[in-house]
């Protein structure tokens, strides 16, 4: 481990080396907690003076991100991903089984500076967990044996690089193929169709398409794309959101694992028809082991003219494509809070309107899409609307890639036309007995078998692509309490309905699922979801109750029998509450219990 | 004439600002005592509830006595209401919770500037604290809740009225409007 001592030369080589723009503080951040396993004070104190920021700016920026620290994480960071999927393949007895073989406690540093070992939200390997992340690296389906193999190395002091290198492959898994994943990779058909049909014409042919975006909300791309072409500025952005955080999605991985030409080629088609130059790939943290090849991807790119200036000869057609990393915060999906985030900032979610495409990066017209949504576009210029509207539904037309985990046979990334069944993608996943299914993540709903029936598309049951399932042997307790203690964890913490809301409804959930609730509990519970959904400033918070509400709504049998008698419990142990006080008093007898009823 | 309307008052930890604040309803106290008369209260120096129709509690819960107290209104008061920010959210007393309480009690009564015989008091007369302060709903059922550090001796007075002649309480704008 380097000294901390040289951390602010190191940050000014990093300054110079990267043009010292401010909105590139988050990357150099990055670049110096992979580097040092912190953030050490000199590289705050260099970072602010560089970019004339205060040193406040710089440590709120560092505060707001997961994956950055102020004290030292030690030489091996190691990052349990805590997703329930995680936790149903036995993450959390290989968190305890980490932290007693190294010595060390949960989220803290151990002493002799070796390791930390913490956990993190979902990693996106659902398919192939429970899943670790070690100073940024992923590894997949690790058991007891694999365990205990990365102690060994942990203790030895090994570098990753020495590490069995199979380790930190991750399988594509795909079991359904359908529109988009029947081809290879885009060489630039779609861009050569752009340059002979013009910009109007295929903006044209896209609406007639009836894309919707693919990370769940389902706004027309078209109109989004003309919108963006129409508002007058000096500069144009088109920015592919990657930053996957939602528990239980890893499509858009395997995407730019396996397709990143085609999502390359999709941002180069947008940037084409809304006359942008400039582009950004926004790659969740989790994902740093695809950056070689992505970079490799947009090198090779570069030299075959689909990329830079001139694309395909072609006068004034510039465009080039940055990657930015996130570090950690889910609410950076949310595309205002993004933005922030590739400026720089914390990634606290704008006031809108103005939206992105009148108004995004440094104020000027943005596009913001799912990796999806660029790669669909790509293969409608290629196809035409009438091919891509074969499938899907009239209001959802194409299909959509659903990554399934849990409780089935073959988990991995699926493609379906839009409009089918739950029913049907539980069958040819190979789920039985399914007493639930989680769409859309946990922001999404929690499906009982009556709701079957239902079909994935924007006019039924729209999702971003996560797919859940649960079986009898599960607790569906275990997995609304997880996710609201995602949420209150995410929380960007700027209004307070979501803030102090999620807090309080992961408190009433825990109190709920050690058997403590009452129907008073219950009440609070649908009070604070009502505020939330009405009063938070963006989706997370509107989202965040879901789970509850689907519990409450959805599985009575499962809350009803967890409830305590009476009508109203305590939301703590009062005696317990007492013995620190008892101890420091010496007075084990005096006071007495205060247990016992209202 | 029917029986007035009973209303006690307790103070747990808090800082006597929200009695205070009930005093400030001024002249109109005599409007209440036509309607109302008091149980037990800081007012009048009864010390245990009785049995009442209304109970406010001024303050969060911080130690044994405030249990105590607390589960004695809950038991003989028909409406039991949060007053103010400590009751309701457990206020500045609950700014204690990010310490431990070991850390609290050395801070007063062992390393504190001017402490002579330093020591944790023992006195088995002192209540015990809780580890950290809590609102009042976590220990008990409460039924109304009123905003404010203190709420405003208007809005006192607002609740008490809609609540007496048995309305639906609602609130003038400016009285739950704080910046």
Redo the contacts between chains.
């Keep these: 481990m380097n000294p901390a001592s040289d951390a602010g030369i190191f940050t000014e080589r990093l300054l110079n080396e990267g043009g010292a723009q401010a909105t590139d503080l988050l990357q150099y951040l990055c670049s110096i907690q992979q580097h040092y396993s912190c953030i050490p004070p000199q590289a705050v104190e260099t970072l602010a003076r560089v970019l004339a920021l205060t040193p406040s700016v710089v440590l709120g920026v560092i505060e707001f991100y997961s994956f950055l620290h102020r004290t030292p994480r030690g030489q091996f960071d190691i990052l349990v991903s805590d997703s329930i999927t995680d936790q149903m393949l036995g993450s959390r007895d290989l968190l305890q089984r980490l932290c007693d073989r190294l010595g060390v406690c949960v989220s803290q540093p151990g002493s002799d500076g070796r390791a930390t070992v913490a956990t993190t939200s979902c990693t996106g390997m659902c398919d192939q967990g429970p899943a670790l992340l070690i100073n940024g690296q992923v590894v997949t389906r690790v058991d007891n044996e694999r365990l205990d193999r990365i102690v060994a190395l942990v203790q030895a002091g090994s570098p990753l690089e020495d590490w069995p290198q199979d380790w930190f492959s991750v399988s594509d898994n795909v079991y359904r193929r359908d529109q988009l994943l029947d081809e290879h990779s885009a060489n630039g058909d779609s861009l050569r169709v752009l340059l002979d049909r013009g910009a109007a014409d295929l903006l044209q042919e896209l609406d007639d398409s009836g894309l919707r975006g693919r990370g769940g909300a389902g706004f027309s791309t078209a109109l989004k794309w003309k919108l963006c072409r129409d508002a007058s500025a000096d500069e144009r952005y088109v920015v592919c959101n990657a930053d996957e955080g939602e528990p239980g999605t890893f499509k858009d991985r395997v995407l730019l694992q396996s397709w990143a030409d085609t999502v390359f080629e999709g941002m180069t088609l947008c940037a084409g028809i809304i006359g942008a130059r400039r582009g950004f790939l926004y790659l969740r943290g989790e994902y740093r082991y695809l950056l070689d090849s992505l970079h490799t991807a947009l090198e090779n790119r570069r030299a075959s003219g689909l990329l830079g200036s001139a694309i395909l000869g072609e006068p004034g057609f510039d465009f080039d494509i940055d990657i930015h990393l996130g570090a950690g915060a889910y609410i950076c999906g949310e595309e205002s809070a993004l933005i922030e985030s590739l400026e720089g900032k914390r990634g606290i979610p704008r006031i809108r309107p103005p939206f992105p495409v009148t108004s995004g990066y440094r104020n000027r017209p943005t596009v913001v899409n799912n990796v999806e949504t660029f790669m669909a576009a790509v293969r409608i210029a290629e196809h035409g609307s009438a091919w891509f509207r074969s499938k899907g539904t009239a209001q959802s037309p194409g299909t959509k890639l659903l990554s399934i985990s849990g409780d089935c046979r073959d988990r991995g990334v699926y493609e379906y036309p839009l409009g089918v069944s739950i029913e049907e993608v539980l069958s040819d996943c190979g789920a039985d007995d399914v007493q639930a299914v989680q769409v859309a993540g946990a922001a999404g709903r929690t499906l009982p078998p009556a709701e079957f029936g239902r079909t994935l598309a924007f006019e039924d049951v729209a999702t971003g692509g996560s797919f859940m399932v649960f079986d009898h042997t599960r607790d569906v307790l275990d997995v609304v309490q997880n996710f609201t203690r995602f949420f209150a964890h995410e929380s960007c913490g700027f209004c307070t309905p979501c803030r102090v809301g999620g807090s309080l409804l992961r408190d009433l959930v825990d109190k709920l699922h050690d058997g403590h609730g009452s129907e008073?509990d219950i009440r609070e519970m649908r009070d604070i979801a009502g505020l939330m959904q009405a009063a938070s400033h963006c989706g997370l918070g509107h989202t965040a109750p879901a789970p509850v509400l689907d519990l409450l709504d959805h599985f009575p049998d499962v809350w009803r029998q967890r409830l305590a008698a009476g009508?109203?419990e305590?939301?703590?142990d009062?005696d317990a509450?007492?013995?620190?006080?008892?101890q420091?008093?010496?007075?084990d007898h005096?006071?007495?219990r205060?247990g016992g009823d209202? | 004439m029917a029986d007035k309307i009973r209303i006690a008052t307790a103070p747990l930890a808090g800082c006597f600002g929200c009695h205070m604040s009930l005093l400030d309803i001024d002249e109109r106290l005599l409007d209440l005592i036509e309607v109302a008369e008091f149980d037990c209260s800081p007012l009048n120096d009864f010390k245990r509830v009785g049995s009442a129709d209304i109970g406010l509690i001024e303050g969060g819960v911080a130690n044994?006595e405030n249990?105590?107290t607390l589960?004695d209104f809950?038991?003989h008061c028909r409406i039991l209401v949060a007053v103010g920010a400590c009751a309701v959210n457990g206020g500045i007393p609950a700014m204690r919770n990010q310490f431990?309480?070991?850390d609290c009690?050395e801070e007063s009564y062992v390393n504190g500037i001017g402490v002579e015989n330093p020591m944790?008091?023992?006195d088995?007369e002192i209540?015990?604290?809780?580890?950290?302060v809590?609102p009042i709903h976590?220990?008990?059922?409460i039924d109304y809740f009123l905003p404010g550090c203190p709420p405003s001796a208007d809005s006192i007075w607002t609740f008490l009225t809609e609540l007496i002649e048995g309305r639906p309480v609602s609130f003038p704008y400016t009285q739950i409007h704080y910046d």
């Excluded at chain 1, 420091?584 to 007075?587: D, P, V």
């Excluded at chain 2, 209540?127 to 950290?132: F, H, N, T, V």
């Excluded at chain 2, 976590?138 to 059922?141: L, M, S, Y």
Aim: glycine letters at 8%; zero cysteines; aromatic letters at 6%.
């Design positions: 008073y009508g109203f305590p939301s703590f009062i509450a007492l013995s620190e006080a008892k420091l008093t010496g007075r005096s006071g007495g205060m209202v | 044994t249990v105590e589960r809950r038991r431990d309480l070991r009690l944790i008091p023992n088995p209540p015990l604290l809780l580890d950290k809590h976590e220990v008990v059922k």
